[in-house]
């Protein structure tokens, strides 16, 4: 089996995108304040996972999320996590998703846009501004640091 980062792209400007990364940071910048900070604290995990065919699929949590036993803990890992996937295209240094599904329904069947580049082997992703799916009332970006998988 050919590994994923070898396989020849569908659109060659998926070429350095192809593989596997594993989340190193997500914060969150503030458009009104400037502030950047953690989402979730440190250490939050994810995968990120862009296919050859031009697809992808991520998902994000928080680091050492309880196991759910009452609605309100079930509430609380509802907001801990991030998880879509779709279609995407490339222009420029920006990434657009078509969402398919999403682990929140406000997401399907919108193009989340993210902003690439890369710092060494790290590559960096950053959302535009919008309203946060945490707080809907605050204007943020994303800004996620991945570590590509040997």
Known sequence: MTPVNNAQPKVPELAPLLGQWSLISFDLESQQSGER??????????RLVIL?????????TAANRAIPTTNDQRA?????????TGPIEVE???MKTK??????EAWTSTVQTRAFKFIGQNLSLISTWAPSPFD???IVRGILEW????
């Open 37 to 46: 900070r953690p989402a979730w604290g440190s250490g939050p995990v994810g």
């Open 136 to 138: 809907p009332s605050v």
């Open 147 to 150: 570590k590509r998988e040997a």
């Open 99 to 104: 969402v398919d599904v999403s682990w929140n």
């Open 92 to 94: 420029g240094d920006l």
């Open 52 to 60: 050859p065919s031009a697809f992808m699929i991520v998902v994000l």
């Open 76 to 84: 609380e890992a509802f907001m801990q996590t991030i998880a879509y």
